[in-house]
């Protein structure tokens, strides 16, 4: 069975908005499912058709933000408000085998829409609410928001002080992944039991999860992380910044002892100096030290050369690309 089929049978009714519940819609229907999305009459939709760029037309109906968390959705535009309209949105309730909804409580409380009220009246369907903090909190909560409330913020940016958000909806993206798992861990309930499934995820825990090693580093030795750049707070050199001769930037990833000692020989250093910087501990504590030492070296180098160089030894690396270049690349067309 072809990917793009795999879901042909499964229906899901969207009823969420902005990004973490239309990106998991968007993962079904490219998977074959029919994805139905209901957008706000009185508001003029989704409220991400109003996040155009500059660069956009200002009278198109929807922008670039909208389109990336929305393919393939059959879009229905209805006003709870109106009788006949809810009576369209229960027909798709019925019709359909999983609902994503971010109502926030007091909305879903004045349409009758509460999660644990839709699993009573359709026990067979799987019903996803997502929300900020969870279900019986009543504030918001968008991306920039829970960065902040979860430390993601707190650690970006540099030592100086210097804050910075990360440039894509993070939070809400892993959430979305969040929503997808719990939905097809219920899906393959749903084959032996023959029994849906009620399912909260929140922004604020999605987050709190995907802090993994800073979270560890906090609950086992104390660590409070702090702005590094892009310094890896475990790992050295990983995430450190070079040079090379003709202007390029980049990043080695060097992960373990071995790679490093590869890296060592590559670029002829001497072996009386290895001892120093030999295991991870010693070039952490080193660190500065050796980020010296290194592009001593790769500032003799061209970009081509050090490439040869990390491939040729397969060492890790990175140079630090933009969009444009990133999208001239074949890889990003497969």
Excluded at 21 to 42: D, H, Q, R
Excluded at 70 to 84: A, G, H, I, R, S
Aim: proline letters at 4%.
């Amino acid at each position: 069975m072809q990917l793009q089929t795999f879901f042909s049978n499964l229906k899901v009714l969207e009823l969420s908005s902005v990004l973490a519940g239309p990106l998991a819609g968007s993962f079904f229907s490219e998977l074959g499912a029919k994805v139905t999305k209901v957008e706000n009459k009185t508001s003029g939709g989704d409220i991400t058709r109003q996040w155009l760029l500059p660069e956009e037309d200002p009278q198109k109906k929807a922008g670039a933000y909208y389109y990336a968390a929305n393919y393939n959705k059959d879009v229905v535009f209805l006003d709870f408000n109106q009788k006949e309209d809810m009576g369209v949105l229960t027909s798709l309730i019925q019709s359909h085998d999983v609902i994503i909804t971010n109502f926030q409580k007091k909305v879903a409380q004045k349409y009758e829409l509460e999660p644990h009220t839709l699993y009573e009246d359709y026990p067979e369907k799987i019903i996803v609410q997502l929300n900020a903090y969870d279900y019986e909190d009543p504030r918001p909560g968008f991306d920039l928001i829970m960065q902040a409330e979860t430390g993601f913020i707190s650690m970006n940016g540099t030592e100086k002080g210097e804050l910075c958000k990360m440039p894509v909806a993070m939070i809400d993206i892993m959430a979305s992944h969040q929503i997808r798992e719990a939905i097809l861990i219920a899906l393959l309930q749903r084959q032996h039991s023959q029994k849906g499934s009620l399912i909260h995820v929140s922004l604020y825990q999605s987050g709190i999860a995907s802090l993994a090693n800073q979270a560890s580093n906090y609950l086992t030795a104390g660590k409070i992380a702090g702005p590094m750049g892009t310094l890896h707070p475990n790992i050295a050199p990983y995430g450190d910044l070079f040079f090379s001769s003709d202007g390029h930037r980049f990043f080695l990833g060097v992960g373990s002892d071995v790679q490093f000692q590869k890296l060592w020989k590559t670029l002829n250093f001497s072996e009386k100096d290895y001892v120093i910087f030999a295991n991870n501990s010693n070039r952490l504590q080193n660190r500065t030290e050796l980020q010296i030492l290194l592009q001593s070296v790769f500032t003799r180098k061209t970009m081509m050369e050090l490439e040869s160089c990390f491939l040729s030894s397969d060492i890790p690396f990175a140079e630090i690309k933009n969009i444009k270049e990133v999208f001239e690349n074949a890889l990003s067309k497969k």
